[in-house]
């Protein structure tokens, strides 16, 4: 019996870790899931706080803890890593894992060996004397902080007043997640040309949301870079800025495939990232054939967990579980019961009052018609769509719905069915802007 200490573990993830073959496996949770898995306008705990506690509490396990894993975003991506250099664990380096984290380091490291995939950049302090004057990128832009996440504090910038109307809430609200960030940092040896941009800067990049966006997830291995495999990401609404469903395997041409697995190769391996999984989203732009590096994160995607487990007969959490444990993952490759696979999120794009959600007897219903299928409310009936957390700046998330089937076509007729079978129902605001 090996006992995995899991970030945040809540009971729709506890049942896909539960799918994992192999070892007898023991999961228990490291922290409850409303303390550190929400909005970063509500603020998070001390990260040293948050290490020592689990420390206290690896000691009161009498049977011992074997790993400890993790699958969220800040601040999960960055304490789990605290935790296993503390006790001496596998894992990635905080510098490596901070390369990735840190936008603007990331960009910085990024452009030592992949310049020609990525856009313009620079820092931006939000609390400099004339931030505007500072700007030296053409607009249009993208603005967010150095490290953030659910596109907190992320502006699409047509000009310098649409900056200066942004800056307000930015300043306001950048130290809930820089302050802790920071306390990241402090572990962490940063080249004299980074430790100035800490987490109560901004990076402001070039726009490159042009094409087909996927990520690709993999991990490190003895300096090894190997790969799970490619999600394609469908956007849609305001500035094509919103999520509307996962998808896998791509579409891409597999040329392409193999040209990004050779930049997410050369990029890791400059991190000197190892002993970890990652996922880095990208752009295609089929006209130009060119690719863009989006982001980097220390993590694989939750949001690909049931995807590849439908597909390829094993979620991805197998891959850093057996990582933690300190041995190379073994990963099965289309060994699931479906071709295809996706994850939709049901959006509303106008503030509403969510009048219906499934009931129990919906629920049933899908998964009598669909067996594979998921779902993941995070609405509630009643609410505001426009007081949701956790939600991007242009649109209103509802729920999350997984999917199989034996193609695109399928599985897109399946969701029309699914949502038919959920009946959500939501009722008009006037006159309230998103």
């Known amino acids: 019996m090996k006992n995995i ?34 909005s970063p306008e509500e603020g998070y705990p001390s990260l040293d706080i948050l290490v020592e506690r689990a420390l206290t ?102 000009g310098p007043e649409t900056l200066r109307e942004h800056l307000p809430r930015i300043r ?35 726009i490159i949301a042009a094409g087909h966006q996927c990520t690709v997830e993999g991990y490190c291995w003895q300096g090894e870079v190997e790969f799970l495999g490619i999600v394609d990401s469908v956007r849609s609404g305001r500035h094509r800025s919103s999520f509307t469903r996962y998808q896998y395997p791509s579409h891409l041409p597999q040329e392409v495939q193999k040209r990004m697995a050779d930049v997410s190769r050369r990029v890791m391996q400059r991190f000197d990232y190892d002993g970890a999984a990652f996922n880095i989203e990208y752009f295609w732009d089929p006209e130009r054939d060119s690719i863009r590096l989006l982001e980097i994160n220390s993590r694989i995607s939750k949001s690909h967990s049931p995807l590849f487990l439908m597909v390829d007969g094993a979620t991805n959490q197998q891959a850093i579980l057996h990582l933690a444990l300190g041995r190379r993952p073994e990963m099965p490759f289309r060994e699931g019961p479906h071709k295809v696979a996706g994850k939709f999120m049901l959006r509303y794009f106008e503030d509403g009052i969510l009048e219906r959600v499934p009931t129990d007897a919906d629920i049933a219903r899908l998964r009598e018609r669909f067996p594979e299928s998921r779902i993941r409310l995070v609405a509630e009936q009643g609410d505001r769509l426009g007081e949701l957390k956790l939600q991007d700046s242009y649109s209103y998330e509802v ?33 309230v802007k998103p």
């Open 5 to 38: 200490m899991v970030m945040a573990l809540e009971p729709f993830n506890l049942e896909l870790l539960r799918t994992i073959k192999g070892d007898d496996y023991r999961f228990h949770a490291l922290f409850d899931h409303d303390e550190v898995v929400h």
């Open 57 to 158: 509490l690896f000691e009161q396990q009498s049977e011992g803890v074997d790993a400890v894993i993790g699958y969220w975003d800040f601040p999960t991506s960055v304490v789990v890593p605290m935790i296993q250099r503390r006790l001496g664990m596998p894992g990635a380096s905080l510098e490596a894992v901070a390369r990735c984290e840190h936008k603007y380091w990331s960009r910085r490291v990024q452009r030592e060996v992949i310049p020609e995939h990525l856009p313009r950049f620079q820092a931006i302090d939000p609390f400099a004397d004339d931030p505007v004057g500072d700007i030296e990128i053409a607009y249009p832009f993208w603005i967010k902080p150095v490290k953030a996440h659910s596109s907190f504090l992320g502006f699409h910038i047509d």
């Open 172 to 206: 306001d609200n950048i130290g809930l997640l820089g302050e802790r960030f920071n306390e990241f940092l402090a572990h962490v040896e940063q080249p004299p040309e980074v430790a100035p941009i800490d987490g109560n800067h901004c990076i402001a990049e070039e």
């Open 399 to 431: 729920a999350e719905i997984f999917l199989g089937a034996g193609s695109e076509e399928d599985l897109l007729e399946r969701y029309r069915e699914a949502c038919e079978i959920l009946d959500f129902r939501v009722r008009p605001i006037e006159d």
